[in-house]
């Protein structure tokens, strides 16, 4: 064997020895220095590689384990070290092989005759993806080029210090809702990163839950080319306003050297998106619902302006499967572009009650609610509903909490229904950390076909109160029936009184869900993993 103090590695050799290199691969029947799995880490120190050949091997790994494995040649090599790579590009094997099925199924799927499953190819970068891969990463490419099917690139390893983003966020709102609420607590956690925020936004009241280091902008109306007629109205009406408004307001951004654009309001978005190109100022979207419904409206329109401006954000952040399927589906968005990461919150540290309500509720059965106060969001349901659990829990009250448009509708049907004395609406409240845990189970009834993901029930599960939830999507993907919550059938208030009634009535049920909840909860969306994953797609739509 030789000398293998050398520092230049041979990642998956295979057949290819390199005398003079360390030569590793995982298949011990080729001639090699080092067998290792290199999808479990690498056999190397830190900073202790000059130079990396990494040639026909990183299609071998999963999109997922591809990241893992550039970051260890990162790790192993030394400030400014050299990596090169070459790897498959599927489209244009496509253009050059599609007549002739068998050699595309080889080229693509890669020859697993001669080393089995090693042979197997389980992705493929455009040139765009492994450039922004590799800057991901900390390389900077020096040069690439296309080999027949294959990309050969050349990078370095570069060691610049990351600084704080700086980020516009753009959130038009009709009200406060777990969008709203969401946003604040990325924000909040945004700022301990020492990132600048600018917040442009129409509704004052929302623009006063933010801090005093947030510089606040805001917007005199809200567009509302996604609403009915009257919002496509006024939305052409005020067009002309809202282009001189966004154009000070980007070139205000553009002149404090705002990083990047978040965006998630479906108007302002898109004219957002538009003007943006004219200032280079990249932009990123949360998009948090299903779109088919939105885009039937008004002859069509908001789904062609979406398409026509479905290419311009670097990424499209969804928090469900549910909304990624529309936008592959409805929008046509790329799927390179799209990345899912699900809505987070606070775990709670220490539990405060609103005490005047506690004294209130002692004795009671609290059936629970936060909510904004519209007939989609399906509180309608608990109030018709209530008529049926009282008979079979007499100590029962309902706690509504939140504000909004139709809160004297459902004020009227529970007058009509001769309830007032068991029901509460506190209206709009600051802190609803306060108001969860006086709850015994939360019910989160929506009908709402736009549903993006529904963060009071991820909250109710931290606060350990089990949820009851409409069974549709994307709701069933956070709430997993009979085992971190109740699901009823959407718009049912028989089945939702029926499920309440199964839980008040089975102690273990319920304690079996608060712990299965709370654990789901802490695992997948705690907002201080949340809101790096998401800042981290801030800064790589800057690269």
Sequence with gaps: MQNLTRNRVNLGSGNDYLVGWINVDIDPNTKVDIVADLSKGFPFPSESIDEIKASDILEHFTKEDGIIFLEECFRILKSNGKIFIRTHDVSVIYKKFHKDPLVLAHFIYGNTEDTG????????????????TLKKAGFEIRSYMLSQTNHEVVAVKKTKKQRPLSIAIIQQTPDIGGAETYMHSLVLMWLKESATIYLSTDLKRYADLYPKEVKVDIFPYILEVNGDWKGIVKSFILLPLSIIYYVKLLHKYKVNNVDVILASNFSDKLLVSFLSELFKIPVVWIEYGKLHSVFKRNLYLPKILYRLAKNIPMRVIVPSKNTLESLIIDARVSLSKIMIIPCGTEIPKDVKFNMDLKKKLKGKYVIGNISRMTREKGQAVIIHAAPFILKRI???????VGDGPDRVYFESLIKEARLESYFILPGFVKRVSEYYPLMDVFIFPTLWEMEGFGVVSIESMMYDVPVIASDMKPVSEVIDDTLTGLLFKTGSSKDLSKKV?????NPALQKKIIQQAREKAIKNYDIKIISRKIYDVLNDATL
Excluded at 119 to 132: C, D, I, M, N, Q
Excluded at 501 to 505: A, F, H, I
């Design 394 to 400: 007499p100590n029962a009250i309902f706690l509504l």
């Design 117 to 132: 499953v090693f042979g197997a190819h389980k992705y493929s970068y455009s040139k765009e993806s492994l450039r922004l």
């Design 501 to 505: 009634t199964e839980l008040y009535q």
